[in-house]
């Protein structure tokens, strides 16, 4: 091989470096690293759900009621 011919070479692999960078960089950047610990802490996560909501609804207006409250006196027109 003369250094023509790698010297093409070289640019052809420059050329799809180059062009496959953004999916390269997805994988293996920075951003790929917290991203896939998000992903962990994610998988981690579970949806609880309830049927106390009636009792939750109860327990709101029992703390509402029970909040201090100011009488607004109504203006004299």
Avoid: C, Q, Y
């Amino acid at each position: 091989m003369s250094w023509p011919w790698i010297v093409l070479l070289a640019i052809g692999i420059g050329v799809v470096v180059a062009a496959e960078w953004p999916r390269f960089e997805r994988f293996a950047g920075a951003d790929a690293r917290r991203l896939r610990g998000r992903e962990k802490r994610k998988a981690k996560l579970t949806v609880i759900s309830t049927n106390d909501d009636d009792e939750f609804v109860r327990s709101v207006h029992a703390d509402l009621e029970a909040l201090p409250t100011t009488e607004e006196r109504e203006a004299p027109r």
